[in-house]
């Protein structure tokens, strides 16, 4: 497998979402945000996808697709979005075929105990091509930092 670096090709994808398949298909020829978080419903990861959604008219207007992925399943997702009112859409990855693809199912540790979960990762990717990455990200300000190098490209 090719090491996931900038400028490398992104890997082909397909996860379940809630209006159906979300591929990296349906992405040819336009720009995507592709991020992945550990897990709904907690505090970073829904301040998060908040984030994303509250900038999603301006990723739109810029011509980018947003899409926010874990290994939650699609019955989370949809509570999880119920809730917070969030619109950027959620692909669900529960073998994490594709978070391993994009290599962010790392290793972690936690109060000294080692165990493999989500890195927090963003991948900015135009015409199937990964412009920029974002590894271990902070949440704070992160949306506005991908929303800029969006549409500088």
């Given at each position: 497998?090719?090491?996931i670096t900038e400028g490398a090709?992104?890997?082909?994808?397909?996860?379940?979402?809630?209006?159906?398949?979300?591929?990296?298909?349906?992405?040819?020829?336009?720009?995507?945000?592709?991020?992945?978080?550990?897990?709904?419903?907690?505090?970073?990861?829904?301040?998060?996808?908040?984030?994303?959604?509250?900038?999603?008219?301006?990723?739109?207007?810029?011509?980018?697709?947003?899409?926010?992925?874990?290994?939650?399943?699609?019955?989370?997702?949809?509570?999880?979005?119920?809730?917070?009112?969030?619109?950027?859409?959620?692909?669900?990855?529960?073998?994490?075929?594709?978070?391993?693809?994009?290599?962010?199912?790392?290793?972690?540790?936690?109060?000294?105990?080692?165990?493999?979960?989500?890195?927090?990762?963003?991948?900015?990717?135009?015409?199937?091509?990964?412009?920029?990455?974002?590894?271990?990200?902070?949440?704070?300000?992160?949306?506005?930092?991908?929303?800029?190098?969006?549409?500088?490209?």
């Amino acid at each position: 497998m090719a090491k996931i670096t900038e400028g490398a090709k992104a890997p082909e994808f397909e996860m379940e979402g809630a209006d159906g398949p979300i591929r990296s298909a349906d992405f040819k020829g336009k720009t995507l945000v592709l991020y992945f978080y550990p897990k709904d419903d907690t505090p970073g990861c829904t301040n998060e996808n908040k984030d994303f959604s509250a900038l999603a008219p301006a990723f739109a207007k810029a011509g980018v697709a947003v899409v926010g992925a874990s290994k939650d399943s699609l019955k989370r997702h949809a509570s999880f979005t119920a809730k917070y009112g969030l619109t950027v859409p959620l692909g669900s990855d529960p073998e994490g075929k594709t978070i391993e693809a994009f290599e962010s199912w790392v290793q972690k540790s936690l109060y000294g105990r080692e165990y493999m979960g989500i890195d927090r990762s963003t991948f900015l990717i135009r015409d199937g091509v990964i412009k920029r990455i974002w590894r271990k990200v902070k949440v704070a300000g992160h949306a506005q930092t991908v929303l800029d190098a969006a549409t500088t490209l």
